[in-house]
């Protein structure tokens, strides 16, 4: 996920103790037929069958009692969990406003946008699929009627979608070397610009994973969809019809976070606020801040204007980008040749700077907290439960799959 220069964002990590059993298992020294054994689905008692019945919640463990969990796993055979990917493209606004100096000094507002994304496409996990598209990162000609988008956004220099890979990896460096390519210069044709990222960059990459559109701009679009820009004059172009297609994006499963630049609270060609539309864009999109209102002032966009530091206010927004959009679905690991898990017997437990909590299934479809299998049969945080692990740094999430111990005294 993104992070700023010598600040971590809440970064989780799994480890999983598998248990498994195979037709070559005895565990006959517990109660339950050989081979099996009662489950340990903690908190419900031996020999529940699964997790319909259960309504989640969580139960703070002491050490004992974590000892105990871990001992009623079947030994021989633990492995490290994956975290299934976040895909992220990225939409960015390099027009000629973006080489106005930024606030708080450090050079002018893209030399600040373009170390801040280098500092966070460097700090995101491998798991992480990132695409980029500058905007118009080219010319921009008149054209009283459409025309193809190309004619206004350079479609060539789309950095397609891909998971980034470990450090030094050929798409990481794709990416980064995205930055420097990248050209500050004419007008701004941000809704030819966003709809060609989605239905180019971020739709055709196959993934079951969530996406996400992350649109960076200062302001007022200058061309409207087709690359229509009057001849006779610059003039704020309509935002109803951007604000559509994000809503039209979210409807399709694809959050849009929005971050405003410097400059986007006066349009330089209407003297207009350009906010309340970036904001109605981040409600539309389904990122919308906590208590915000379209008409500000707290908007509901990231709202980098009335920071007296770009650099840092920018920083800031990518890493609560890269914290919303951090997974909370863990595979089931595939076990060794000849081995099997219950599924009817997976413990969860978060360990965390507050102490170590045992996360409780959620089989009634409710999950506000607990944990529930996803549709393709992965663990899947509920909402409550994942907000707390991705505020907490130094979380990491411990998966057990157990056969055929009792219960543990004092959690149920």
């Known amino acids: 996920m993104f992070r700023r220069a010598h600040v971590f964002v809440p970064f989780v990590t799994a480890l999983v103790a598998a248990a498994c059993s195979s037709s070559s298992d005895d565990d006959s020294g517990s109660p339950g037929s050989p081979g099996t054994g009662p489950v340990i689905n903690v908190g419900t008692g031996p020999g529940s069958g699964g997790i319909a019945d259960q309504n989640g919640g969580t139960r703070t463990l002491t050490p004992e ?26 939409v960015v606004d390099v027009s000629g406003s973006m080489n106005d100096p930024a606030p708080g000094g450090r050079g002018t507002k893209w030399e600040v946008t373009q170390a801040a994304l280098r500092d966070a496409i460097t700090g995101l996990n491998a798991s992480t699929g990132v695409g980029v598209l500058y905007y118009p990162n080219g010319n921009t000609p008149a054209s009283d009627t459409a025309q193809d988008v190309s004619r206004c956004v350079n479609t060539s220099a789309l950095v397609a979608t891909n998971l980034l890979g470990p450090a030094n990896s050929s798409h990481r460096q794709t990416v980064l070397n995205s930055l420097t390519r990248a050209r500050t210069a004419n007008y701004t044709p941000t809704h030819d610009a966003y709809h060609y990222a989605l239905e180019h960059g971020l739709k055709p990459f196959q993934s079951s994973a969530p996406k996400f559109m992350l649109l960076i701009t200062d302001g007022a679009p200058t061309m409207s969809f087709g690359c229509i820009r009057p ?182």
């Open 231 to 412: 001849s006779n004059g610059v003039v704020d172009m309509p935002t109803d019809p951007i604000i559509a297609d994000v809503t039209a994006a979210r409807s399709a499963g694809i959050k849009t976070f929005i971050i405003g630049s410097p400059g986007s609270e006066k349009s330089s060609e209407s003297n207009s606020d350009m906010r309340p539309w970036l904001s109605r864009a981040a409600t539309a999109g389904g990122t919308a801040q906590a208590g915000c209102k379209d008409t500000g002032p707290n908007f509901c966009h990231m709202d980098m204007t009335q920071a007296p530091d770009f650099s840092t206010a920018l920083a800031d927004g990518l890493s609560s980008v890269a914290t919303q959009i951090a997974s909370c679905t863990y595979t089931i690991p595939t076990p060794p040749a000849g081995k099997t898990i219950d599924r009817a017997a997976i413990n969860l437990i978060v360990h965390a700077g507050a102490g170590d909590t045992l996360i409780l299934p959620d089989g009634q479809g409710t999950c506000s907290e607990g944990w529930s299998f996803d549709k393709d049969g992965n663990v899947e945080l509920c909402p409550a439960t994942c907000d707390k692990v991705k505020a907490d740094a130094s979380a990491r999430v411990e998966l057990l799959f157990g056969c055929g111990a009792g219960d543990i005294p004092g959690i149920r």
């Open 65 to 90: 009692q974590i000892t105990q969990i871990r001992g009623a796993a079947c030994a021989g055979w633990s492995t490290e969990g994956e975290q299934l990917p976040a895909i992220l493209e990225l």
